[in-house]
Structures are given as C-alpha cells and as structure tokens.
C-alpha cells in the first residue's frame, strides 16, 4: 500500500512538472494567435538557413553557432523564427546562380539525412528555447532551387536553359509552368509528405506532433507569375493546403504569399486566404525591389517609403480583418545607410523604417486588429560578409540572411547592429502578451 501511493504520488508530480514545462501549440482564435489559451503577438526574425546550421559539424553544419545564433535571439526578445525546410537540386546553376547547399532533396524521392538531422535537432534546441519556426517547403524563386527545380527534373526545362541567366519575363514563363505540370506537383507533395511524416530522432515525435512548430508554409512567395496561370495557382494552393491539414491536425497553415504585389490583385489575395485549411495570412514588404525609391534621392524619398508601407498594410489589414483571420508582415527589409556593405555603415534609416512597423504591430495589438506578428529580413547574426571578388555568395561563404542572388550585406542585421537590437527589445516590452 505505501509502495503504491508512493509510486502514484511520484507519478503525480512527474506530470505536473512536465505539465509545467510543456510547450504548447501555437493556435489561432479567429484573428489573434493564441498559445495555452493566451494571446501571441510577436516579433520575429527570418533564419531561413537554420537548418543547415543545425546539421552535424562533420557534415557540414555549425552548431556552435547555430547555439549562438538561437541565444543571442532569445535575449533580444525574438520568439519567432522563418525557416527555409530545405533546398532542391544539386550543386548546378539555375537562373544564372548558385543555389544554396547541401540541398535537402536532391532529386525525385532522394533526400538528404544530414539536413533532416539538422531539422530534428534546430527543433530540439527550440523547444528548449520556447521559441517557435514558420517552416517553407519550397521557392518560387530560384536560390533554393523550387519550382524551377522541379521542372527541370521533369524535363519542362532542360539543363542549359535552367542554368542560363533569365530576363523577367522569362522568368515568369518559366516558373508559371509548375502549375500546370503535374509531375513535378506530385514530386513536391510526396517531398511534403515525407517531411509531414518524419520522426525526430531526438525528441522521438512525427514532425506533426512536434510543439516547436508553429506553422507550415507551402512555399517562398509562390506567385502565378502570369495571368493565365492563376486558376491552376488557386487550385494547386488549395489541394497542398487540405493534403497538410489532413495529415497535421495540430499545426497552423500559410501560404507564404506577398500581398496583392504577388498575386496580381487584391481579391485574389483574399480568395486564396479565405481557404478553411489557410488559418492566416503573410505580407512581405520590398521597397528597393518594388521601385518606391531610387538610391540616389532615398533620404528625399523616406518618408514617402513609410507611408506607402502603411497603405500596403493597412489594405491586407482590412482584408484579414474581413475574413477573421491574422496577418503576418512576414518579410520586410532595408539596406544599410548609404547602401554600404560594410557592418560599420549606419543604420539610421533602416531603424526608423523598422520602427514604423514595429509601431503598427503594437498598433493593432492595442485595437485588437489582425497584424499579430512581423519577421525581419533577415537574421546575419554572427556571420561575416566575405571578401569576394564579388559582393555575392559562393561556396564556403558564411551564410548571413541574404540570399545568393543579392548582394551579402543587403539586407542582414547583424549581432554588432547594437542599436537595432535595441529597437527590437524596447518594442518587446511595449507588447502586452
């Protein structure tokens, strides 16, 4: 009899310290995130290349920075992070770059372990953290293969014109065929379903049962690309959005869409979102990209910048609220003062540009409005722009947020940007929850 009650009482405070240290699931509650039944605003970053990282040293990971990285944002309040899943293709120009590797899928139904190993162990040392991960699956664009990859493994597009470097149009005519081919869109939910099925070997769950994720992400900025695609889009959109819902019932679903820049109007982007298996919606924010200034009168131009970046909120905002849903400013970026790459260059009017949005964010926490979160662009953290010939990425390079098609230093916010990590704890303490 005290044996039992003893091993019983054991088994009783067990669970209530487990119970304690739990880390729930990110939830939605019609416009609002919730965790544990609690309002979840954020302010996150993006680090899309974590999982390599997080790979084993003598495959080619860092660890030790990785562990560095994942402090060092937890001190600075960022709960929330975007990470790229994993790359497709192997070491072979496409549009003209040097798409980031080791690549996760290297071809038709051949995965490589060394990534999946660092997944399981950057959603390990997460959960330690009580931070959370956006996972994409793939890329519109071609730095980590994507669509593109896929139609070339499909024979869509062959080797040489894969490789070559694209004009936009181009681009759009190229890319706008994955919607239609349906091959390579088989290719893509097998590669989904594998990752939705995996186990982790040290944490022991499916991936589907794994806390740290907070939502999955069909793709990197899929657009139609042209017109005539978009009815194929939508409907690519929502059998990849039902086929996740039905095999993870416990995680949240995006698209990982633009805004209207992306999908070629407004009312598309409403029609995507308002999807049951879609629970928010993502808006990312290029003002460089999107030709709302030019380099030599930006400091004319700022203010101009801020009060477009309002409107283009302000428009998905109001969609969101309609539909009863959250919205995420998923990506937003500026270079540095003077578009220096240098991490001695100032960032005066990159902070006053994140302030604006750091702004809105406690702006619609305090009115209950649907923007609930927003993830820089992107995390340099503890990496070194290297000494190129050219300021882009090759092989060996430390990566640091920028992707390899665009200059290394950008758009990174580095560990020494003292000043912008002051921004973002000043702004932490501002959110209520």
Not at 326 to 354: A, H, M, W
Not at 371 to 379: E, L
Request: charged residues 25%.
């Amino acid at each position: 009899m005290f044996k039992t009650a003893t091993i019983s009482a054991l088994i009783f405070v067990f669970l209530i310290n487990d119970t304690a240290a739990q880390h729930f699931f990110v939830k939605r509650q019609q416009h609002n995130f919730t965790i544990n039944n609690k309002p979840y605003h954020f302010i996150g970053a993006n680090l899309w290349y974590a999982t390599l990282l997080a790979m084993p040293d003598e495959k080619g990971g860092d660890r030790k920075r990785l562990l560095q990285e994942l402090d060092f944002l937890q001190q600075q309040g960022i709960t929330n992070l975007r990470i790229l899943i994993g790359a497709q293709g192997e070491k072979k120009l496409i549009n003209g770059i040097n798409p980031v590797h080791p690549a996760l899928q290297l071809a038709t139904g051949k995965y490589n372990d060394a990534v999946l190993e660092g997944m399981d162990f950057l959603l390990q040392q997460l959960e330690k953290r009580n931070m959370y991960g956006v996972f994409f699956f793939s890329n519109n664009w071609e730095w980590s293969g994507g669509f593109l990859q896929y139609l070339n493994w499909h024979n869509k597009i062959d080797d040489t014109t894969l490789a070559k470097r694209y004009t936009w149009d181009e681009n759009r005519d190229l890319t706008s065929k994955f919607y239609s081919c349906n091959e390579c869109m088989e290719d893509y939910w097998s590669f989904v379903k594998m990752i939705l099925q995996h186990t982790n070997k040290l944490t022991g769950r499916k991936y589907t049962n794994e806390p740290a994720i907070m939502a999955w992400e069909i793709a990197n900025e899929p657009r139609p690309m042209r017109p005539y695609a978009i009815e194929a889009y939508k409907e690519f959109l929502q059998k990849t959005s039902a086929l996740i819902k039905k095999e993870d019932t416990n995680h949240l679903l995006t698209l990982g869409v633009e805004g209207y820049m992306g999908t070629e109007n407004i009312a598309l982007f409403e029609t995507i979102h308002r999807d049951k298996n879609v629970d928010y919606a993502t808006i990312h924010i290029w003002p460089k990209n999107w030709s709302w200034y030019s380099d030599s009168t930006f400091k004319n131009d700022f203010d101009s910048v801020v009060q477009k970046t309002s409107e283009y909120i302000k428009v998905h905002e109001a969609v969101m609220m309609k539909i009863n849903k959250p919205l995420v400013v998923e990506e937003f970026g500026l270079p540095r003062d003077n578009f220096s790459f240098s991490l001695q260059s100032p960032v005066v009017y990159r902070n006053k540009y994140y302030e604006s949005i750091l702004q809105y964010l406690i702006k619609s926490e305090k009115e209950n409005s649907s923007v609930a979160g927003i993830n820089f662009w992107a995390m340099g953290g503890f990496g070194k722009p290297a000494k190129n010939e050219t300021p882009f990425w090759k092989e060996g390079d430390d990566l640091i947020g920028d992707p390899p098609m665009e200059e290394q230093g950008l758009n990174a916010v580095f560990s020494s940007d003292k000043s912008t990590w002051n921004l973002f704890r000043k702004y932490k303490g501002l959110l209520k929850k």
